[in-house]
Each structure stands twice: as structure tokens, then as C-alpha cells.
């Protein structure tokens, strides 16, 4: 699970950043998509750590520990923000509302997840 870590914070790095003077609209949008997973990591750990529900993504599932859990969910996560911003040289818009999409996804299942986990 290092390496995952490890591969997101290079992955972030390396990958070209976006200046908000750019192209606002994808600074957003890409931003978007990490509060996202962000608040769908917290809910699901609050939620698992509630003992009332369960992983159903059978990729991580099998971590047991918060911290091996967290990686491979950014891991995964990094690697398609690297993927949009690859999209993103070729077709602006459709990246942005990928972006958007995922971003506003997981927000719901992180509504889900914390009113599931009351």
C-alpha cells in the first residue's frame, strides 16, 4: 500500500497543473472531483467504523485497515485525475464534466453512506 501512496503523490506532482488563470472551469471541476472522493472516503470509513454497512467495491473490500484503505482509494483516484488531465490537452469540456460528474457522484454516495451510518 506504500507504493499506491507513494505512485499518487508522484503521479500528482509529475502530472501538468492546470492554472486557475488557464482554464478556470477545469481547476474547478478538478477540484470538484477531490472534495468528492474525499468526502466519500470519510462517510465510508465513518460508516464502516459504525459497524452498519459494508464495502460493496470488491477491489477494496478486502483492506481491512483504515490506512491501506484510504491508499488504494487515492490511489485509484489519482490515477484518474491523471487520466482527465491527460483528456483534458485533446477535449477541455468533456474533462471538466467528467470531472464534475465524479465529483458530484460521490457525493451522493457520501450522503448515502452518512445516513446510512446514523
Known amino acids: ?10 503521479l500528482t506532482l509529475s502530472a501538468k497543473r ?4 488557464d482554464d478556470p472551469i477545469f481547476a474547478v471541476s478538478e477540484f ?4 468528492g472522493n474525499a468526502l466519500d472516503l470519510a462517510s ?8 452498519r454497512c459494508h464495502e460493496t467495491n470488491l477491489a477494496l473490500a478486502r ?6 484503505f484510504t491508499a488504494a482509494k487515492f490511489g ?3 490515477l484518474g485525475l491523471w487520466a482527465i488531465r491527460k483528456l483534458h490537452a485533446s477535449h477541455p ?6 470531472n464534475f460528474g465524479i465529483g458530484g ?8 453512506n452518512q445516513r446510512v451510518g446514523q
Open 93 to 98: 469540456k468533456w474533462a471538466a464534466a467528467i
Open 32 to 35: 470538484a472531483n477531490v472534495v
Open 105 to 112: 457522484a460521490f457525493t451522493l454516495i457520501a450522503v448515502h
Open 1 to 10: 500500500m506504500r507504493l499506491i501512496l507513494l505512485l499518487t503523490i508522484l
Open 44 to 51: 465510508t470509513q465513518r460508516c464502516l467504523g459504525s459497524g
Open 76 to 78: 485509484v483516484s489519482g
Open 63 to 68: 483492506f481491512d485497515n483504515p490506512l491501506t
Open 18 to 21: 492546470v492554472h486557475a488563470e
